[in-house]
């Protein structure tokens, strides 16, 4: 929010032009309220370089039958005092409950407390395709009630366990970690024009030219770029991924059962990048998967599209499958949602 109240050049205010406020207020008041419910996950870590170190996880999606240890707090700012009662629930769309609890805090809030108050514990039930999860969580202090919800997505059993066909070239090591989930892939440590073209799907952190002619012999390959500095078949520009910008999922087949909304927000968080395609000037074939639009400019670029490449065709992205920045997931193993993404990537080029 830039402004109070919208104007003829800026709609980024809280009234519009007609001075009607243009969110539900309850919405603000879940994370803007003196007091809020926040929610927090547990600590992993790995062994790096001969090190222990720190490692995100993507806490907003799951495999099936996976724990969820969700850390219920609280940020109290409010004038009340006293015990708590905290009930939340965890749901499927137009289900009921499949989890559920209560806790009394076994100690008094006074304000300015930041308190954890209980850990919500559950499966991930079974899906037979990614399914929204809404976590909700109400705390009753004092007669006041606070109110937040969080969106989780609940995913199939991972399908890289299953995966062949499928050739990783990666001299980067952006994907070292792929192995890990999808022990059938083989590794390609060298340039792919000895790959078998009807048989293969190529995954490479890199594009050179005996890649492009292998694609354009016939092959299938899902190239990712990891900056504008990286050469590629096309230019591409620095640019952010959630400030003043707008994605849009274009349909196509290669998304597959890949969980799309309007705010392509919990499920990209692990994948988020800082650049993205510029095709203006492409006078090849191409479809859009993946669009940023510009709030400012109206300027569209994209985060991942398909090129037809001779006889060939590429899923060429900027999206850090890997994670790896801030508080992305450290990798693709860690990445679940990203990971599937990939999987479905591959699975469409594997039947093309």
Same mark, same amino acid.
């Given at each position: 929010?830039?402004?109070?109240?919208?104007?003829?050049?800026?709609?980024?205010?809280?009234?519009?032009?007609?001075?009607?406020?243009?969110?539900?207020?309850?919405?603000?008041?879940?994370?803007?309220?003196?007091?809020?419910?926040?929610?927090?996950?547990?600590?992993?870590?790995?062994?790096?370089?001969?090190?222990?170190?720190?490692?995100?996880?993507?806490?907003?999606?799951?495999?099936?039958?996976?724990?969820?240890?969700?850390?219920?707090?609280?940020?109290?700012?409010?004038? %009340? !005092? *006293?015990?708590?009662?905290?009930?939340?629930? @965890?749901?499927? +769309?137009?289900?009921? =409950?499949?989890?559920?609890?209560?806790?009394?805090?076994?100690?008094?809030?006074?304000?300015?407390?930041?308190?954890?108050?209980?850990?919500?514990?559950?499966?991930?039930?079974?899906?037979?395709?990614?399914?929204?999860?809404?976590?909700?969580?109400?705390?009753?202090?004092?007669?006041?009630?606070?109110?937040?919800?969080?969106?989780?997505?609940?995913?199939?059993?991972?399908?890289?366990?299953?995966?062949?066909?499928?050739?990783?070239?990666?001299?980067?090591?952006?994907?070292?970690?792929?192995?890990?989930?999808?022990?059938?892939?083989?590794?390609?440590?060298?340039?792919?024009?000895?790959?078998?073209?009807?048989?293969?799907?190529?995954?490479?952190?890199?594009?050179?030219?005996?890649?492009?002619?292998?694609? %354009? !012999? *016939?092959?299938?390959?899902?190239?990712?770029? @990891?900056?504008? +500095?990286?050469?590629? =078949?096309?230019?591409?520009?620095?640019?952010?991924?959630?400030?003043?910008?707008?994605?849009?999922?274009?349909?196509?087949?290669?998304?597959?059962?890949?969980?799309?909304?309007?705010?392509?927000?919990?499920?990209?968080?692990?994948?988020?990048?800082?650049?993205?395609?510029?095709?203006?000037?492409?006078?090849?074939?191409?479809?859009?998967?993946?669009?940023?639009?510009?709030?400012?400019?109206?300027?569209?670029?994209?985060?991942?599209?398909?090129?037809?490449?001779?006889?060939?065709?590429?899923?060429?992205?900027?999206?850090?499958?890997?994670?790896?920045?801030?508080?992305?997931?450290?990798?693709?193993?860690?990445?679940?949602?990203?990971?599937?993404?990939?999987?479905?990537?591959?699975?469409?080029?594997?039947?093309?």
């Amino acid at each position: 929010m830039t402004g109070e109240a919208d104007t003829p050049i800026s709609t980024a205010g809280m009234w519009d032009a007609r001075d009607q406020l243009k969110f539900e207020p309850a919405a603000f008041r879940a994370f803007n309220a003196d007091t809020v419910l926040l929610v927090g996950w547990d600590r992993r870590r790995d062994w790096v370089a001969g090190g222990d170190r720190a490692a995100p996880w993507d806490t907003w999606n799951y495999p099936m039958g996976t724990m969820v240890r969700a850390h219920f707090m609280l940020s109290h700012y409010g004038a %009340e !005092r *006293g015990p708590l009662v905290l009930r939340w629930q @965890a749901a499927l +769309a137009t289900h009921a =409950p499949f989890a559920q609890g209560t806790h009394e805090s076994a100690f008094a809030l006074t304000p300015g407390d930041l308190r954890e108050l209980a850990v919500a514990e559950f499966a991930a039930p079974y899906v037979s395709q990614p399914q929204k999860v809404l976590l909700t969580a109400e705390a009753d202090l004092g007669g006041t009630v606070i109110y937040n919800t969080w969106q989780l997505w609940f995913f199939p059993r991972d399908g890289w366990r299953t995966a062949s066909g499928i050739a990783l070239h990666d001299p980067a090591g952006r994907l070292h970690y792929l192995p890990r989930i999808a022990p059938g892939i083989s590794v390609n440590r060298n340039t792919p024009h000895t790959l078998p073209a009807t048989s293969v799907v190529l995954i490479s952190t890199v594009w050179n030219n005996d890649i492009s002619a292998w694609i %354009e !012999r *016939g092959g299938r390959a899902i190239i990712l770029l @990891a900056d504008a +500095a990286a050469p590629g =078949p096309v230019p591409v520009r620095a640019m952010p991924f959630w400030r003043e910008a707008i994605r849009l999922a274009e349909p196509h087949a290669a998304w597959g059962d890949f969980p799309l909304d309007d705010a392509l927000a919990t499920q990209m968080f692990g994948c988020a990048a800082d650049c993205a395609l510029d095709l203006v000037g492409y006078t090849g074939q191409w479809q859009p998967l993946l669009r940023r639009l510009d709030a400012r400019t109206m300027f569209v670029h994209e985060y991942a599209a398909e090129l037809q490449v001779g006889s060939g065709r590429a899923i060429l992205s900027t999206l850090r499958i890997e994670g790896g920045q801030g508080a992305q997931p450290l990798g693709i193993a860690r990445n679940t949602a990203a990971a599937y993404l990939l999987w479905c990537w591959a699975r469409y080029l594997a039947a093309q």
